[in-house]
């Protein structure tokens, strides 16, 4: 069974705009099959949480796909990882 962490950072924008942003980055670096899932906070508004959810890596150390990811998409901020949710 593989191992599913995620990423969290806060961002503030859009959250629709935010979202194509991180899906557009994701497909670009040919991620999807590493990066399967994105989730934003509940009843997010201007300011919120992103989780990216992160197949098969099972480091403390955050992956730096995920830096990549966030960049690409001009997302900056204090990466939480790694996080289990449900």
């Known amino acids: 069974m593989s191992v599913r962490r995620y ?4 961002t503030v924008g859009n959250p629709e705009q935010i979202l194509n942003k991180i899906k557009n980055a994701i497909l670009r670096l040919e991620l999807a099959n590493t990066i399967p899932v994105i989730k934003i906070e509940k009843n997010a508004s201007r300011e919120f ?3 990216l959810a992160v197949d098969g890596y099972n480091s403390d ?4 796909m995920t830096n990549r990811v966030f960049s690409i998409a001009g997302i900056k901020g204090e990466k939480l990882w790694p996080l289990s949710i449900k």
């Open 7 to 10: 990423v969290a950072v806060r």
């Open 49 to 51: 949480y992103v989780f």
């Open 61 to 64: 150390v955050l992956p730096e």
